[in-house]
């Protein structure tokens, strides 16, 4: 077994029987889809989708269910150490769409067993990026169904000669996807925005080139996160014969591909599979609970003498703190840096790295670095604190949006974002309406930016059990995903679901238990639309989030009554629900460089002088002790499907598209700099002014 270089020391013991493929009793963890894979032909794994996944709408193959066993990963980011390799399968991929009329083409031909250059045509595809902008080609752009995608790789021969194990891992795959290494199927997974991890060193050949083909399927149902219906058009004087499209319940558009980094890694035999950290303080001190789930395949642990854990803590420049053994520990930090959001704090998004290890008696096998960031968080009727201090919240719903790219992670993106994000003054986002990809989530634990961390379960409706059981698996996978995050301050379940209809009360108090099974520590929230009188979700919320656009889709134009109809909603939601509650999204559209004076709907006047009117509701609210804070719609322009009312993307942006500020995102930089001024007493710095001068 390779041994890694850096020591743990003496390490206290693991139980053998934890060290067997499913560490300690855990709901997740463990072998997962390659090993169960393994064995079962390609052929076979088709036809148990076929058969589970009711295929067809006429001729389209849809997928409603899943093999799922891929969704007991994804506790750990791909991370180099001194025992593991990370090697990245980013770049261009060749690719070809399904046709759209023969949806099952591929798997018929068995595109999968060869590079797929060899059973037709292809094209070039960047991975990682949404595939429908970066071609001329309308079909490319509005493509319903299968995709594929595929690539030949190396494995050095000395992963095979260490006993390295391997495994596969994209951040993403929208929506529904299979991963085949060699020809064989490895595993599939449902959901995009989750990540998707396969053990595949069985299925290589080491020192030889490998290929790895995905097929990829964006068909949305009502059975899937987000929902969605194929409508067929039967009238055959108006629509060709077999005529179908996907109709959507929410408005930005569903791009779909390999949107996020696809990795290689490495691990020994015997591994951290997860890791689960909590954080307290006490005074000055800090708190460190940590818990580490080591798992061992059938070929390790090479000695079973003595395997156990040990962390040592680091500071941010990476010098050692102390060091603990035991797989579940307790450190406590005299003099801790806590983690504080941005302009809360003069140094905030501090982290520590725990550097975890599992050892035997002959030394180190595995090491993982886990970023720490100390932070309490706590609830009550009326507030949301952090490190026992009151928030206020100062930020904007986004999309992973932009030109090209689609929803493909992009590193220059993310810095501009988060560095528009701090210009402006905000000290968090919502992840609307889906999970955002761990780098950007990175960049949010680093800058001190708090996210409320959403499930991609936009405008739900039909509350039945099929849809209960995928939403609670979502919830797992994502609390999995993110729980270690300090930026993480709250889960939301879901934006404006049909929360009127009977079967919501009980549906959302299942989500939101599970939820809180899953996370304890964190508040859980979901976002609400409907007339607070008929909403049946938000007695089982610990938060009360609200979207509403008062001037914008109701009394449009009206301006003068946006005060008081802001005012009154909130204090009733209160009162309703005795809970903290906060404004998640308002605005309206405008159109870059279009003006008028006075304002009309549209212009860049029109979407500045709203949300004007909104701030003075705001400070109303702010000095009741109830309303913990307010979220723009939206940080930037995204595109939408389709539509007769849009032109082409929801215009409601503080910047645009290109992320060039417009008026609102200058007006919007003096109001989170004047509240941070207020709150946190921290200085505004030189330029930041009002746009309005004219109309204040
Ligand atoms: C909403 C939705 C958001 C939309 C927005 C709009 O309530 O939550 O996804 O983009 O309204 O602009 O209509």
Not at 12 to 41: F, K, M, N
Not at 372 to 390: D, F, K, M
Not at 419 to 445: C, Q, V
Not at 609 to 636: C, H, P
Request: proline fraction near 5%.
């Amino acid at each position: 077994m390779k041994k890694a270089e850096e020591g743990g020391g003496a390490a206290t013991s693991i139980p053998q029987q934890q060290l067997q493929a499913t560490p300690r009793s855990r709901p997740h963890g463990g072998e997962g889809g390659a090993a169960r894979a393994r064995g079962r032909s390609s052929g076979h794994l088709v036809n148990v989708m076929m058969g589970g996944w009711s295929l067809l709408l006429g001729s389209l193959a849809i997928l409603t269910g899943t093999l799922a066993e891929d969704s007991k990963w994804g506790g750990l980011y791909p991370r180099e150490s001194g025992s593991r390799e990370v090697k990245s399968l980013d770049g261009l991929w060749n690719f070809r769409l399904a046709p759209l009329h023969d949806p099952l083409k591929g798997f018929r031909e068995e595109w999968f067993l060869r590079p797929l250059s060899k059973t037709g045509s292809v094209i070039s595809m960047a991975v990682p990026s949404s595939y429908n902008d970066v071609t001329q080609d309308k079909a490319l752009r509005d493509h319903i169904g299968w995709a594929w995608y595929d690539r030949t790789f190396y494995v050095p021969l000395r992963w095979q000669v260490d006993k390295q194990r391997v495994v596969l891992r994209l951040g993403s795959a929208h929506y529904n996807s299979i991963i085949y290494i060699n020809g064989v199927a490895v595993t599939s997974h449902e959901g995009g925005h989750l990540p998707i991890m396969a053990e595949i060193s069985s299925g290589l050949r080491f020192g030889k080139e490998n290929l790895v083909t995905v097929a990829i399927n964006n068909t949305l149902t009502p059975s899937t996160l987000p929902q969605g219906k194929i409508i067929y058009h039967n009238d055959p004087t108006k629509y060709p014969p077999g005529y179908f499209e996907q109709k959507l319940d929410f408005d930005f558009f569903n791009y779909a591909g390999l949107h996020r980094p696809v990795y290689l890694y490495t691990t020994p035999q015997t591994y951290i599979d997860d890791i689960v950290i909590n954080t307290d303080i006490d005074g000055s001190a800090g708190i460190i609970n940590y818990e580490i789930f080591a798992a061992t395949t059938e070929i390790g642990p090479q000695s079973e003498d003595g395997v156990g854990c040990s962390v040592k803590l680091l500071d941010k420049e990476g010098d050692h703190i102390t060091s603990a053994m035991g797989c579940v520990g307790t450190i406590k930090i005299s003099n801790a840096s806590l983690w504080w959001p941005y302009l809360m704090h003069s140094n905030p998004g501090y982290m520590y790295t725990l550097m975890v290890a599992v050892s035997d008696a002959f030394g180190v096998l595995d090491l993982y670095p886990q970023k720490v960031g100390i932070r309490t968080l706590g609830w009550n009727s009326t507030t949301l604190t952090i490190n026992n201090q009151p928030l206020y919240l100062r930020g904007c719903g986004r999309h992973e949006d932009a030109d090209i790219r689609g929803k493909g992670v992009d590193y220059p993106l993310i810095v501009k974002d988060f560095s528009l994000l701090k210009w402006l003054g905000a000290n968090s986002f919502r992840t609307s309406h889906y999970p955002y990809a761990e780098e950007i989530m990175d960049m949010a634990d680093q800058e001190g930016i708090m996210i409320v961390d959403e499930s991609p379960a936009i405008g739900l409706n039909g509350f039945g059990e099929e849809l209960m059981k995928r939403h609670i698996a979502v919830m797992q996978e994502f609390v999995r995903r993110d729980k270690n995050r300090p930026s993480v301050i709250m889960w939301s379940v879901g934006n404006e679901p049909r929360s009127y209809e009977p079967a919501a009360k009980e549906y959302f108090s299942a989500v939101v238990n599970a939820t809180k099974e899953a996370d304890p520590t964190r508040s859980v929230t979901c976002v609400l639309a409907v007339d607070k009188h008929t909403d049946l979700a938000g007695s089982s919320l610990d938060v009360i989030l609200v979207n509403r656009y008062y001037s914008w889709y109701s009394d449009t134009g009206h301006l003068e009554l946006i005060y008081n109809q802001t005012v009154n909603e909130f204090i009733e939601w209160h009162l309703l629900h005795n809970k903290p509650v906060m404004i998640s999204e308002y605005g309206a559209g405008s159109i870059a460089g279009f003006h008028m004076d006075p304002a009309f709907t549209w212009t860049e006047e029109y979407q500045a002088e709203l949300m004007v009117e909104n701030f003075k509701a705001f400070d109303t609210l702010r000095s009741k002790g109830y309303f913990i804070g307010e979220m723009i719609w939206n940080f930037a322009d995204f595109v939408t499907p389709m539509e007769y009312n849009r032109p082409g993307a929801c215009m409601k942006g503080l910047f645009t598209r290109a992320r060039q500020p417009k008026m609102a995102g200058h007006l919007m930089r003096m109001r989170y700099w004047s509240l941070a001024q207020d709150i946190h007493n921290v200085t505004i710095p030189k330029g930041v002014r009002s746009p309005l001068h004219i109309i204040t």
